[in-house]
């Protein structure tokens, strides 16, 4: 189980690094511009395939200042367990997610914009999320 869903974390990273670092170099207006960019929705669907026998679905969304990351597990998990462990993989890499809202800022143009990584079991209940301010 551990090994699992850390793994889904450092996958995760690995997708949001992606998107981000193929998107930079152009500001877009506002969170739902850059979500729809015809280069950004490519880099979704590729990394939704990849996910695809992972047991982890994708889906990107914005709501105001927010770029929400939803991943949802296929099987339901304890979560309590996998709440300790996505927690304990997130704090092992803070530092590149904050880099990645950071990276968000510089792409968009939004007051304090913030990203958003949530995990889900199958019947919509949060196992854990955390939200990363631009610096």
């Known amino acids: 189980m551990r090994k699992t869903a850390y793994g889904f974390l450092i996958l995760v990273f690995v997708i949001l690094s992606a998107l981000i670092t193929g998107c ?3 500001q877009y207006d506002t969170l739902e ?3 729809a960019g015809e280069e950004m929705q ?3 669907e590729e990394d939704k395939s990849a996910l695809a026998d992972s047991g982890l679905s994708l889906e ?3 709501r105001e200042n927010q770029l ?10 304890e979560v309590e367990t996998a709440k300790d462990i996505l927690k304990e993989g997130m704090e092992a890499e803070w530092d590149a997610f904050q ?3 950071d990276d968000v800022k510089k792409s968009v143009k939004v007051e304090n914009p913030v990203v958003v990584v949530r995990y889900l079991n199958p019947d919509g209940t949060e196992i854990y999320s955390e939200t990363f301010s631009a610096e």
Do not use: P, R
């Not at 929400?68 to 998990?77: A, E, F, K, N």
């Open 24 to 26: 930079t170099g152009h």
């Open 33 to 35: 511009d850059f979500l």
């Open 42 to 44: 490519s880099l979704i």
């Open 60 to 62: 990107v969304t914005s």
């Open 68 to 77: 929400i990351y939803t991943y949802t597990y296929s099987q339901m998990l």
């Open 99 to 101: 880099k990645f809202a």
